[in-house]
């Protein structure tokens, strides 16, 4: 199952309020526990599943996602900087700390409506390449 409505909030500014007294290894920590929780909610899983389960769920989202050019080029970048031939590993990078927001804007709209728009296809390309 992959949740295609659901918005990521681990990597929003709004999550801390200027008045909070956090620091900024507090702030890490929090915004580490919201991607877990992000991760978890965009491919409905729970805490008990396990890697293999995860591992299933990414080979069948591959299956839908592998005809869209542009994906595929983000997956082959993905796992050549490990210099790794795998692209369906390049799709689980995609779903990294410093991707996944954007990530699962380009793979949300593709299963919706059978597109990616330029403007998040552009901000996906730029953060692999930096």
């Given at each position: ?124 390309n730029d953060?692999?390449?930096?």
């Amino acid at each position: 199952m992959y949740d295609t409505k659901y918005e990521c909030r681990y990597h929003k500014d709004d999550v801390f309020l200027d008045t909070d007294n956090v620091t900024s290894e507090e702030k890490d920590y929090i915004r580490s526990i919201l991607y877990k929780e992000d991760m978890l909610n965009i491919f409905g899983i729970d805490m008990d599943d396990d890697f293999e389960s995860f591992n299933n769920i990414l080979s069948k989202l591959y299956v839908k996602i592998k005809d869209n050019d542009f994906l595929i080029n983000c997956m082959t970048k993905t796992s050549s900087t490990l210099f790794c031939q795998n692209i369906e590993f390049g799709l689980c990078l995609l779903y990294s700390y410093d991707f996944m927001y954007l990530t699962h804007k380009c793979v949300s709209e593709y299963l919706d409506k059978g597109i990616i728009s330029e403007e998040n296809k552009k901000l996906l390309n730029d953060s692999i390449n930096n």
